[in-house]
């Protein structure tokens, strides 16, 4: 029985994204267990980009990995791994995962997800990931939340599918998620506001000053610390999201990281009508220069998108 409903999936990626659901249900299990099951939030390490690993994290990496194999997977990187693994030589497809993303989130019960991206395989593992964003092939995320859900591109819009407790199964729940033109909401960490770039803190000021100021609307703030529940948000009402560079000494590049956070989101929101840049430039024109690199990411809303863009000029 497969783990998720076949009519809209593409026929060969279609092993691929039923490993994914299927872990993803496995997972969403673990997580509404929480407490009662493993510590799922203690800490067990460090990953190769210094962030610390929880249980949580370690499992998921290897749930996926695992059910990955077998569906046609060849270049397997995640943000768990340092470098690029091969799972099946003879597969077609490289698959770039955050395995648990909102990691701070894990104990608090708060929307926690999975993010993938797929190209398709080239000879070189590593250099299959290091290409314009505007390769991808898929991208998407579950999100464990209220709901397990699925948001999904093959290219061909935003399909949003929903985990049915009742057959566990992923079903269609919208064939075309469209974001608003125009946003009422924006998300920024804004404890950072005094390392910001003078756009970034002209943008916030502009969101702050509401109805008095340029913007002659009210804007409302929110700041989940999980893109994954932060990216569903927007797909379905509208709003912007920051995680542009900053003057903390690694922050060069913001947080995220470029091939399994920001160019999926970046698919996902462009393929629902949104935009998706580095502040300036779309995010699908770049690539990433090795497996672990960040890049600042401003998705949402387009015209608030191109607003963004216009302070930075
Ligand atoms: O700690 P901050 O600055 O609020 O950053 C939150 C961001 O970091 C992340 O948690 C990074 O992802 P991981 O949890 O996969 O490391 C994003 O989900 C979130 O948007
Ligand atoms: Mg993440
Ligand atoms: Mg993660």
């Known amino acids: 029985m497969p783990a998720i409903d076949p009519a809209l999936v593409p026929e060969d990626l279609f092993p691929v994204i039923d490993a994914l659901c299927a872990t993803g249900a496995q997972l969403s299990g673990v997580i509404a267990r929480g407490p009662l099951g493993q510590s799922l939030g203690a800490g067990v390490g ?3 980009d210094g962030d610390q690993q929880k249980a949580l994290d370690v499992m998921a990496d290897e749930l996926f990995e695992a059910a990955l194999k077998p569906a046609g997977v060849r ?3 995640s943000e768990e791994q340092e470098v690029v693994l091969t799972l099946d030589p003879e597969g077609a497809y490289a698959l770039a995962i955050d395995p648990l993303d909102g990691s ?25 990931f290091l290409r314009p964003a505007s390769e991808q092939i898929a991208a998407g995320y579950i999100a464990y939340g209220p709901q397990t859900l699925l948001a999904v591109t093959f290219g061909a819009g935003t399909l949003l599918y929903v985990l049915d407790p009742e057959t566990g199964r992923f079903s269609l729940a919208s064939e075309a998620m469209s974001l608003p033109e125009a946003a009422r909401e924006y998300s920024i960490n804004a404890s950072n506001r005094r390392h910001w770039t003078a756009p970034v803190l002209a943008y916030v000021e502009e969101c702050e000053g509401g109805t008095q100021g340029s913007k002659g609307k009210d804007m409302n703030f929110r700041w989940v610390g999980s893109l994954v529940a932060e990216t569903h948000r927007i797909l379905t ?12 000494k690694g922050y060069e590049k913001g947080r995220l990281r470029m091939v399994y956070e920001v160019a999926p989101m970046a698919f996902l929101v462009e393929q629902a009508g949104g935009q998706a840049t580095d502040g300036k430039t779309p995010i699908l024109s770049l690539q990433a220069g090795a497996l672990h690199e ?10 608030e998108v191109a607003r963004i863009a216009a302070l930075h000029d």
């Not at 009402?237 to 903390?248: K, V």
């Not at 960040?294 to 015209?303: D, H, K």
């Open 46 to 48: 460090e990953n190769s």
């Open 75 to 77: 270049h397997y990187a």
């Open 104 to 128: 701070s989130n894990i104990d608090v019960n708060v929307t926690i997800g999975t993010i993938f991206s797929i190209f398709q395989a080239a000879e070189d593992a590593t250099a299959s």
């Open 237 to 248: 009402r509208g709003g912007t999201f920051l995680y542009p560079s900053d003057a903390r």
């Open 294 to 303: 960040r890049c600042p990411l401003v998705f949402g809303s387009s015209e």
